[in-house]
Nanobody, 120 residues
Framework: QVQLGESGGGLVPAGGSLRLSCTVS??????VGWFRQAPGKERSFVAR????????YYADSVKGRFTISRDVAKNTVYLEMNSLKPEDTAVYYC???????????????WGQGTQVTVSA
């Protein structure tokens, strides 16, 4: 079955950039999404990409700053994060879905998460 693993998190200053990677073992039936969860907050949608077509969708909070992409040959999904803000600080997760959805409940095979910390 599909398995995912995140990497690339770290500590960056406000305005900096990071690129997260999500390695996918096996192709998801529809796509891969990035979510994030800050302490004391619910897991929230960040971005998703349709595996077969590369069609993307973004949360309003990251639109224009983050870019999701995939390398089919490498079975990897990326999240390029630019102009980072302290409020972007969270554990970032990737997960697979068979739906065109932003709801965490429609995703499965969650990765272990990678911490992104943005200093003021």
């Amino acid at each position: 079955q599909v398995q995912l693993g995140e990497s690339g998190g770290g500590l960056v200053p406000a305005g900096g950039s990071l690129r997260l990677s999500c390695t996918v073992s096996g192709r998801p039936s529809r796509g891969v999404g990035w979510f994030r969860q800050a302490p004391g907050k619910e897991r929230s949608f960040v971005a998703r990409i349709t595996w077969s077509t590369g069609v993307t969708y973004y949360a309003d909070s990251v639109k224009g700053r983050f870019t999701i992409s995939r390398d089919v040959a490498k079975n990897t999904v990326y999240l390029e994060m630019n102009s980072l803000k302290p409020e972007d600080t969270a554990v970032y997760y990737c997960a697979a879905t068979q739906y065109a959805s932003r709801a965490p409940t429609d995703y499965d095979n969650w990765g272990q998460g990678t911490q992104v910390t943005v200093s003021a």
